[in-house]
């Protein structure tokens, strides 16, 4: 089974950027689809992004759309979330996912393997 390590987070000013990468070991992110969510205290963990292999399209939450990317590095094993101009509301403990790559999509039921998560704080 693959193990994923976030690691990126910090703290970070309004309109600021930071980029969040997943490292995989044991297995190779191209079995994989992969995605991004996030979740802060109280609140149940909501999808970021997600797409089924490095090629295909990838899809966003609407309120990220234009402002986050997800992109793979194969050679690396690392799938990546480069945020731009954050906002507070970006507040949030990110985490990366992995799953069947027919089967992921937006529900955390999609995935079968998670990071520990990693903390972004965004100032206003």
């Known amino acids: 089974q693959v193990q994923l390590v976030e690691s990126g987070g910090g703290l970070v000013q309004a309109g600021g950027s930071l980029r969040l990468s997943c490292a995989a070991s044991?297995?190779?992110?191209?079995?994989?689809?992969m995605g991004w969510f996030r979740q802060t205290p109280g609140k149940a963990r909501e999808f970021v992004g997600y797409?089924?292999?490095?090629?295909?399209?990838?899809y966003y939450r609407e309120s990220v759309e234009g402002r986050f990317t997800i992109f793979r590095d194969n050679a690396k094993n690392t799938m990546f979330l480069q945020m731009t101009d954050l906002k507070p509301e970006d507040t949030a403990v990110y985490y990366c996912a992995a799953g069947d790559r027919l089967h992921v999509g937006v529900r955390v039921d999609d995935y079968d393997y998670w990071g520990q998560g990693t903390q972004v704080t965004v100032s206003s």
């Open positions: 044991r297995r190779t992110i191209n079995n994989y689809g």
């Open positions: 797409n089924r292999d490095s090629g295909g399209r990838t």
